[in-house]
């Protein structure tokens, strides 16, 4: 592999879902395998009902801006998957993103911005009418991404 791919991260867009943490574990272990750096993006797409505001339970529901409560998440997003994947050497070395806007714009401008060997990122996996009438991130980026894509789907068993 040549030195400059090496030095491009491997950027893994998250939303603290199951899909998310199957990606990041799947992107670990490539990039422990390829020599390369994780870059964990988080884009805060901003709610229509309160924009700029995240509204927090507590005593008296406040309001806290929400770059402030997305980037608490992330953090223990990441603290989390690194206490319980402690062996994956790329997960603990993992630098962290977050930026708001739409989501796959965001995605792709960070890409272009880190200079990014690849993305790796979660899906749902819906399809037909649901996936018509939400569209689909993951599809965009692959449509999109001006480097390679990998999807990875929710590594849960389903018992027949």
Known sequence: MATAEKN??????VDFSSHSE??????????????NKLVILHVVHDPGEAPGYYSVKG???????????????????????QRQHSGLPALEHAATMLVVGLPVNRILEAAKKIHARMIIMGSQG??????????????QIVRLAPVPVMIVKNGEKHQS
């Open 8 to 13: 491009q991260p491997i950027l893994v867009p």
């Open 22 to 35: 199957s990606a990041l574990l799947c992107a670990a272990e490539l990039a422990k395998t390829l020599g």
């Open 59 to 81: 005593r008296n529901k406040q309001l806290r801006r929400m770059e402030d409560v997305a980037a608490e998440m992330l953090d223990e997003f990441v603290h989390r998957m």
């Open 126 to 139: 819906r399809t037909g009418l649901a996936r018509a009438m939400l569209g689909s991130k993951a599809e």
